[in-house]
């Protein structure tokens, strides 16, 4: 009877794995959605990374360990209760147990490790247009084919919102969210809290170097797409360095990911990614006049 019930346990994990996986669900790249399980759909090669890394090794190692967990205490409830076994055994050592559960949880680290540390050097690497990146492909020694940067965004984390300024032209402007009175007027299907004044744009099948720092007189913040795979520090007084090269056009949301001060919650990122052709209109406005003058060159946000 307890073998059948761990049986049924196994085949409900074995049903929920894909719904984990975001397999089972319709969902939308650059936003959450109610209801949402899994991670945010890829546009990148790094998210393709992370979501290869946790939908394979990860999830499996994790639900495998849980329900040997799960078997191991059914056993001792049933099988060492005080009335099935009332003079227990006095053994208090057994060296080939230890060993075993020494060993066995170090291979597993070590098997979890390698395509960590691999996705996490994809991260922290930017292309110079010859390195190959793991993709999909997370256990390769690297498939894809990335092209070098098109150009650079330094994003400053300010107390409470992000600077982005476009480096190759010496171009920045302030990306502040939308209140809800400012929400009800303009941009009104875009996501409450995430929506901002001023995006982020660049163009897509492009590589874009980021670099990331905070206001010297202020404090850690933290710069992360889901959906590009980029989560990295924004630090006073530091340079921090990551890249994406997006293959999908469209608004991909964001927020500050260190808990920074009273409106850490209230300071979302917004990247438009937008076809070559807008954004070289988009940029040449943008280097000939204000952010609103770029803006207007792009199919306005509904
Ligand atoms: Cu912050």
């Known amino acids: 009877m ?19 996986q975001g397999g089972a669900m319709a969902q939308q790249a650059g936003q959450p959605v109610p209801g949402q399980v899994g991670l945010q759909p890829s546009v990148t090669p790094l998210m393709d990374s992370i979501h290869a890394f946790h939908d394979g090794p990860l999830l499996w190692t994790i639900s495998a360990i849980t329900l040997l967990v799960l078997v191991l205490l ?12 009332p003079k227990p055994s006095s053994t208090t050592h057994n060296t080939l147990v230890e060993v075993v559960w020494t060993v066995v949880p170090i291979l597993i680290l070590v098997i979890i490790a390698i395509p960590s540390f691999s996705v ?51 171009k920045s402007f302030s990306s502040n969210m939308l209140s809800d009175a400012e929400l009800a007027t303009t941009k009104t299907t875009q996501p409450r809290l995430l929506a901002v ?36 520090d924004a ?21 500050c990911s260190e808990l920074c001060g009273q409106d850490h919650a209230f300071m979302p990122i917004a990247v438009r990614v937008v076809t070559q052709e807008e954004y070289a209109a988009w940029a040449a406005a943008l280097e000939a006049g204000t952010p609103d003058d770029a803006n207007a060159t792009l199919p306005a946000i509904s």
């Open 2 to 20: 307890t073998g059948n019930r761990v049986l049924k346990i196994g085949a409900l994990a074995a049903a929920t794995l894909p719904l984990l």
């Open 74 to 85: 059914i056993i001792v409830m049933v099988r060492f209760n005080a009335k099935a076994n």
């Open 120 to 170: 996490l050097t994809d991260q922290l690497t930017v292309p110079d247009g010859e390195r190959k990146y793991l993709g999909k492909n997370i256990f390769s020694f690297g498939e894809v084919d990335v092209p070098a940067p098109g150009l650079t965004i330094k994003a400053t984390g300010q107390q409470w919102y992000w600077d982005y300024e476009y480096v190759d032209m010496g």
């Open 197 to 232: 004044n001023y995006e982020m744009v660049v163009p897509v099948n492009t590589t874009v170097r980021l670099q990331i720092t905070a206001d010297p007189t202020g404090v850690i913040h933290a710069f992360a797409v889901p959906s590009f795979g980029i989560k990295i």
């Open 235 to 255: 630090v006073p007084g530091k340079l921090n360095e990551t890249w994406f090269n997006a293959r999908e056009t469209g608004i991909f949301y964001g927020q």
